[in-house]
């Protein structure tokens, strides 16, 4: 009862509960205590599997078929790294960001089921469980989507609802036919069953899941959920989900595109790329045309999911297109939870979501300026961050395979990005008027932003730890 | 055709129909409804489709069980928020442009 991959699930479920008990608003100093236990433990798992290998762990002593398996290899140990830290910086930063008695009555309880359904998803070992877990993050998401409780925060909530139940409804189908066919769901038993000329059924099994998943990833064309549930919801909320929530669904793609689904995968190759670079246009230009802050914040990360799409097709040969999007998975949570929290820190100053009410933040916030900055030079790809060692990456793997056009939309994507996070920079340097407003702003909202930041351009010089982590248990 | 395969074919049809209203009708209450058709249509694929030579498989219908749960929790989900932005605003569908 000792090991790290059970624990990092009950546990956001115990202090989630707790925090539903102790009534509306309390909480936060459990969740933040529970997050920094939860992130030892992810870095004690990480440790484990540096040394050990990959780690499976049967829940009660029951083994497949009728237990529940858990299993973490390199990947799995990455994405609970990311989880839990920016979990545990956002715990700090909502806790001064939510008044007492506000809006917000239920976001602890529902930040505990969203983690814990995250870490049960990174560590689950077979299809039927994934299925669980995605409903576990999908529900949690709406819940705080809607937490605010305004008219057009539901309907967006409701609208993320609808998407996300028919991408798990279809994936749930596709489940049932892989074990119509098969007889099994666990996903090492799975691998050698399905060869290269599987039965129709899988065929369809394998259609349904990718679209599924693509949905509740949002990628173009399934992106119409996004801006409006991500740039309406309370800043804490908007970071959670477009730092780490889309990025759950995306995990679980590439884990079954480079596992069982790898024989299949050549049918498809191309279209998560060709949708990958429509996204990246797409996104940035609406980005560079909204009035809204957090709504340029949101289509920008339609637009920076696109990336991790393009890697699909420059897999096969070695790991760098691998390396290059888990990368950017990385690089693009700690850079959009820390643009997202600036941009609360912003419009709580400024009384008012717009881009122009940016004006004069250099001023008076140059601190959050700075790391919505840092979060811009992540996002546009500019040395040394994370998100330029992923774009490096990208465009090496696509220049090796003779696939330079790829290459061409992440360098015009850069661009795109400078152009709207530059939108915003230039309002920040404007002078105020005399007579404008500008509300206090607690420090720790700051520094908690500051961090995360940081941490998005001091991955570039930490991104080969990653990369030697994700050798854990590599499929290739 | 065995009576495994009957229940799967109308498991698929009853999916499609759930999508297709899921997607397609504008009354929240009816897209819920919509919704729990998908979510039936896929239990019948999935306990059809397993039972071919006869006898019962139990896996399929303990997945199914844990599937019910999860149905009826995102059920009320939708319903509550559904009755909150009615009561809200008096709307029982989603309109095309409530962003920006």
Same mark, same amino acid.
């Given at each position: 009862?000792?090991?790290?991959?059970?624990?990092?699930?009950?546990?956001?479920?115990?202090?989630?509960?707790?925090?539903?008990?102790?009534?509306?608003?309390?909480?936060?100093?459990?969740?933040?205590?529970?997050?920094?236990?939860?992130?030892?433990?992810?870095?004690?798992?990480?440790?484990?599997?540096?040394?050990?290998?990959?780690?499976?762990?049967?829940?009660?002593?029951?083994?497949?078929?009728?237990?529940?398996?858990?299993?973490?290899?390199?990947?799995?140990?990455?994405?609970?790294?990311?989880?839990?830290?920016?979990?545990?910086?956002?715990?700090?930063?909502?806790?001064?960001?939510?008044?007492?008695?506000?809006?917000?009555?239920?976001?602890?309880?529902?930040?505990?089921?969203?983690?814990?359904?995250?870490?049960?998803?990174?560590?689950?070992?077979?299809?039927?469980?994934?299925?669980?877990?995605?409903?576990?993050?999908?529900?949690?998401?709406?819940?705080?989507?809607?937490?605010?409780?305004?008219?057009?925060?539901?309907?967006?909530?409701?609208?993320?609802?609808?998407?996300?139940?028919?991408?798990?409804?279809?994936?749930?189908?596709?489940?049932?036919?892989?074990?119509?066919?098969?007889?099994? /769901?666990?996903?090492?038993?799975?691998?050698?069953?399905?060869?290269?000329?599987?039965?129709?059924?899988?065929?369809?099994?394998?259609?349904?899941?990718?679209?599924?998943?693509?949905?509740?990833?949002?990628?173009?064309?399934?992106?119409?959920?996004?801006?409006? &549930?991500?740039?309406?919801?309370?800043?804490?909320?908007?970071?959670?989900?477009?730092?780490?929530?889309?990025?759950?669904?995306?995990?679980?793609?590439?884990?079954?595109?480079?596992?069982?689904?790898?024989?299949?995968?050549?049918?498809?190759?191309?279209? @998560?790329?060709?949708?990958?670079?429509?996204?990246?246009?797409?996104?940035?230009?609406?980005?560079?045309?909204?009035?809204?802050?957090?709504?340029?914040?949101?289509?920008?990360?339609?637009?920076?999911?696109?990336?991790?799409?393009?890697?699909?097709?420059?897999?096969?040969?070695?790991?760098?297109?691998?390396?290059?999007?888990?990368?950017?998975?990385?690089?693009?949570?700690?850079?959009?939870?820390?643009?997202?929290?600036?941009?609360?820190?912003?419009?709580?100053?400024?009384?008012?979501?717009?881009?122009?009410?940016?004006?004069?933040?250099? $001023?008076?916030?140059?601190?959050?300026?700075?790391?919505?900055?840092?979060?811009?030079?992540?996002?546009?790809?500019?040395?040394?961050?994370?998100?330029?060692?992923?774009?490096?990456?990208?465009?090496?793997? &696509?220049?090796?395979?003779? $696939?330079?056009?790829?290459?061409?939309?992440?360098?015009?994507?850069?661009?795109?990005?400078? /152009?709207?996070?530059?939108?915003?920079?230039? $309002?920040?340097?404007?002078?105020?008027?005399?007579?404008?407003?500008?509300?206090?702003?607690?420090?720790?909202?700051?520094?908690?932003?500051?961090?995360?930041?940081?941490?998005?351009?001091?991955?570039?010089?930490?991104?080969?730890?990653?990369?030697?982590?994700?050798?854990?248990?590599? @499929?290739? | 055709?065995?009576?495994?395969?009957?229940?799967?074919?109308?498991?698929?049809?009853?999916?499609?129909?759930?999508? &297709?209203?899921?997607?397609?009708?504008?009354?929240?209450?009816?897209?819920?409804? &919509?919704?729990?058709?998908?979510?039936?249509?896929?239990?019948?694929?999935?306990?059809?489709?397993?039972?071919?030579?006869?006898?019962?498989?139990?896996?399929?219908?303990?997945?199914?069980?844990?599937?019910?749960?999860?149905?009826?929790?995102?059920?009320?989900?939708?319903?509550?928020?559904?009755?909150?932005?009615?009561?809200?605003?008096?709307?029982?569908?989603?309109?095309?442009?409530?962003?920006?």
């Amino acid at each position: 009862m000792t090991d790290p991959l059970v624990w990092l699930i009950v546990l956001p479920l115990v202090w989630a509960s707790v925090a539903f008990l102790l009534g509306p608003s309390r909480g936060a100093r459990l969740a933040v205590a529970g997050l920094g236990f939860q992130l030892l433990l992810a870095l004690d798992l990480t440790r484990m599997l540096m040394t050990g290998g990959p780690r499976r762990y049967a829940v009660g002593g029951w083994g497949a078929p009728l237990g529940i398996d858990l299993f973490a290899d390199g990947l799995s140990a990455i994405m609970l790294l990311l989880v839990q830290s920016i979990a545990l910086l956002l715990a700090i930063y909502a806790r001064s960001y939510f008044k007492p008695g506000a809006a917000s009555r239920h976001f602890w309880p529902m930040m505990g089921f969203l983690v814990a359904g995250m870490n049960a998803l990174f560590l689950a070992a077979d299809l039927f469980n994934v299925y669980v877990t995605l409903e576990l993050v999908g529900l949690a998401a709406v819940g705080l989507v809607a937490a605010g409780g305004e008219a057009a925060q539901l309907a967006a909530a409701l609208r993320y609802l609808f998407a996300t139940l028919v991408g798990s409804g279809a994936y749930l189908l596709a489940v049932a036919l892989v074990y119509g066919t098969y007889g099994t /769901v666990a996903i090492e038993t799975l691998a050698p069953l399905i060869d290269a000329r599987p039965p129709l059924a899988v065929w369809l099994a394998g259609a349904l899941m990718l679209a599924g998943l693509l949905v509740k990833s949002a990628l173009f064309p399934f992106h119409f959920w996004l801006p409006p &549930a991500h740039g309406g919801a309370p800043a804490p909320v908007s970071a959670l989900l477009s730092a780490l929530v889309v990025k759950a669904t995306f995990y679980l793609i590439l884990r079954l595109w480079l596992g069982p689904f790898a024989p299949l995968a050549a049918a498809a190759v191309w279209l @998560p790329s060709v949708l990958g670079c429509v996204a990246i246009l797409w996104g940035s230009i609406m980005a560079i045309r909204t009035r809204r802050l957090k709504l340029l914040v949101a289509y920008s990360t339609v637009a920076q999911l696109g990336y991790l799409f393009l890697i699909f097709p420059l897999l096969a040969p070695d790991g760098i297109a691998l390396q290059a999007g888990v990368l950017q998975a990385v690089a693009h949570g700690l850079a959009k939870s820390a643009m997202f929290a600036a941009a609360g820190v912003l419009i709580i100053a400024s009384g008012r979501d717009a881009v122009e009410g940016v004006a004069g933040a250099a $001023q008076h916030l140059p601190l959050t300026l700075f790391a919505f900055a840092l979060a811009g030079v992540t996002l546009m790809g500019l040395p040394p961050s994370g998100g330029f060692l992923a774009k490096w990456l990208l465009i090496d793997a &696509a220049l090796l395979q003779g $696939q330079w056009w790829l290459a061409a939309v992440v360098i015009a994507g850069g661009l795109l990005a400078a /152009v709207y996070v530059f939108r915003v920079l230039r $309002q920040a340097f404007l002078i105020v008027p005399e007579n404008a407003v500008i509300a206090p702003v607690p420090r720790v909202l700051e520094w908690a932003t500051f961090v995360l930041a940081a941490a998005s351009v001091l991955l570039g010089l930490g991104g080969m730890e990653i990369v030697r982590l994700l050798g854990v248990g590599a @499929p290739t | 055709m065995t009576s495994g395969m009957v229940f799967a074919a109308t498991g698929a049809v009853l999916f499609a129909m759930g999508v &297709a209203g899921v997607v397609l009708l504008d009354h929240l209450m009816r897209r819920i409804l &919509a919704f729990n058709l998908m979510g039936s249509g896929a239990f019948l694929v999935l306990v059809g489709t397993a039972q071919r030579d006869g006898s019962v498989d139990p896996v399929p219908q303990a997945m199914v069980l844990t599937g019910i749960v999860v149905a009826v929790a995102a059920t009320a989900l939708a319903i509550t928020l559904a009755r909150r932005l009615y009561t809200l605003s008096g709307r029982t569908e989603l309109s095309g442009t409530d962003d920006d």
